[in-house]
Structures are given as structure tokens and as C-alpha cells.
């Protein structure tokens, strides 16, 4: 039997319909409006068109967007002084550097220079130190999807035993803490993993973020078991999910496809992390 579908645009629509209720009620209640602004460096076509989408999100949800678009030799130092300016301004609540940037340029100190308070890519290490210890901060936008997408699927994170493959900065470290904040319990699996069928086998969640297109079988999954697939490659059969999505939807009782799983939920959760930011601030 075929596992249900988790439909990733269907339940960003849903969040960022609730964000855009929760702004209009906050500006009634006589908060300001939330704004956002985005700093890109360099043309990358790809970049371009993540930071419009960006901008048309916030529109739709009522938050104000600026965006701040440098050239290729802008310097370290004139990127961070920009972000550092950005921080202070009283009229930005939420902080994005379209990531990665030019190849001269340290993306670490650049996340360095972000305010915390208005950090809503959940980045730097005051926020994953937060996030680490289980008390409140601004989340990293992706791993907050994916627990929307499990809580959607009326995946039960009590108890379960999770298996994130990937333990990246962006995705599977912060979702380990995430879910160990949900009473899950978590085995981080990676590249020196013995026994990675095995491992993945037992678990009853089993997410994939590492970035190698199919390399999760039928044989990884254990039978009903719910799998997120973070993974977005580009390939020559199109764009293509860690899992191996034809021979997985046999075995699980809940999966995620790829493009529509996980993807669209960035943006929505970025939403909601400038919500949180602004009415942080308000307080």
C-alpha cells in the first residue's frame, strides 16, 4: 500500500495564511507592521529569484519587505557594516543574508554581524545556543518546516524513535534539538555511520538531508514509518530528493515528495520567524 502524501504547499499555505491573520490582528492590537529586509550579493540567477519570492510572501502576508542588492566586489567588511547598520535600525524587525555569498567573503562573520533579536534565519550562535539549551528563540526556517509538516501529518514526535540523516548546521543539527524538545528520541546518522540501513530501519521517523539524490531505498525505511525528504538536487532528470521517493512510498506510511515537500515551508516559516521577531521587539 502506497503511503500518504504530505502535501509541503498545501500546508505552507495553510501557515502563512495563519501568519498573515496573526500580523493583521497584531497591527489592530497597535503593534507596527513587521518588516524585513534582505541583503544579496552578487547575481546569481538562483539568489534573485529565492529573495522575489521572499518579497512576494511578505507582501501576501501584509509584512513590509526592503531589499538591499550589492555587487559581486562588495568587500567583507562593507557586507558587515551594512548588516551591523541593519541590526540597529529601529525599523527592521527580521534580518536575512541571502546565503552563500561571493567566495572572498567569510558567510561565517557575516552571520556573526546579525543582531540575534532579528536573526530569522535562526543562524547565529546565540540562536542555536538557545535552541541547544530548549529555551525560546528564532528557529532556523527549514527544521521549524519540518515539524510543521510532521505535526500535520498527525505524526506522533512523543516517544518516537527519529533518525535525521545529515547533521549540518542549516538543517540536522537544529532538528535534532527540536525533536529531542518534543520527546522524541534522536540518532543523528552521517557519512561514517555504520550499518546506515540498519540504523534508518528502526526509526519511525526518518528524515534525509544530506544532499546526495537518492541515496535512501525501500531497504532504509521501516515499514510505516513517516519520511521527510529535505534534499533538493538538481539532476538531469530534474530535481531530485535524497529519497529514493518511487521505491520509499511503497514502505512508509507517510512521505514527503520532492519538489512540494519540505521546499515550500522555508519561506513560510521565515514568515512566521519575522512575526515572532517583531512582536519580540514590541514587548
Same mark, same amino acid.
Given at each position: ?25 497584531? !497591527?489592530? @492590537?497597535?503593534?507596527?507592521?513587521? &518588516?524585513?529586509?534582505?541583503? /544579496? #550579493? %552578487?547575481?546569481?540567477?538562483? =539568489? ?108 506522533? !514526535?512523543? @516517544?518516537?524513535?527519529?533518525?535525521? &540523516?545529515?547533521?549540518?548546521? /542549516? #538543517? %540536522?543539527?537544529?532538528?535534532? =534539538? ?106
Amino acid at each position: 500500500m502506497s503511503a500518504k502524501i504530505i502535501d509541503g504547499k498545501a500546508v505552507s499555505a495553510e501557515v502563512r495564511e495563519r501568519v498573515a491573520a496573526e500580523v493583521t490582528e497584531f !497591527i489592530a @492590537g497597535g503593534g507596527h507592521q513587521p &518588516v524585513l529586509a534582505t541583503v /544579496l #550579493v %552578487g547575481d546569481d540567477p538562483a =539568489s534573485h529569484v529565492y529573495v522575489a519570492n521572499k518579497h512576494k510572501a511578505c507582501e501576501a502576508a501584509g509584512i513590509g519587505s526592503v531589499h538591499h542588492e550589492l555587487p559581486a566586489e562588495t568587500s567583507q567588511a562593507d557586507l558587515v557594516a551594512l548588516v551591523k547598520a541593519l541590526g540597529d535600525d529601529d525599523g527592521i524587525d527580521g534580518i536575512l543574508v541571502q546565503l552563500p555569498p561571493p567566495d572572498h567573503i567569510d558567510a561565517d562573520a557575516v552571520i556573526a554581524a546579525i543582531n540575534p533579536a532579528k536573526d530569522v534565519d535562526g543562524l547565529t550562535a546565540t540562536n542555536a545556543g538557545l535552541l541547544a539549551g530548549g529555551r525560546p528563540g528564532l528557529v532556523p526556517c527549514t527544521p521549524a518546516g519540518v515539524i510543521e509538516l510532521l505535526d500535520h501529518a498527525g505524526t506522533e !514526535i512523543e @516517544g518516537a524513535e527519529a533518525v535525521i &540523516v545529515g547533521r549540518s548546521n /542549516l #538543517v %540536522g543539527r537544529p532538528l535534532i =534539538s527540536l525533536l529531542l524538545g518534543r520527546n522524541a528520541t534522536v540518532t543523528a546518522a552521517h557519512s561514517r555511520t555504520r550499518d546506515l540501513e540498519g540504523v534508518c530501519r528502526r526509526a519511525d521517523i526518518l528524515v534525509a538531508a544530506v544532499g546526495v539524490p537518492g541515496l535512501l531505498g525501500a531497504e532504509h525505511v521501516k515499514p510505516g514509518a513517516t519520511v521527510i525528504d529535505v534534499g533538493i538536487n538538481r539532476t538531469d532528470d530534474g530535481l531530485k530528493g535524497d529519497v529514493d521517493f518511487e521505491a520509499a512510498v511503497e514502505v512508509a506510511g507517510a512521505i514527503t515528495p520532492v519538489p512540494g515537500g519540505v521546499g515550500p515551508m522555508t519561506i513560510a516559516m521565515l514568515m512566521a520567524n519575522t512575526l515572532i521577531a517583531a512582536k519580540a521587539r514590541a514587548r
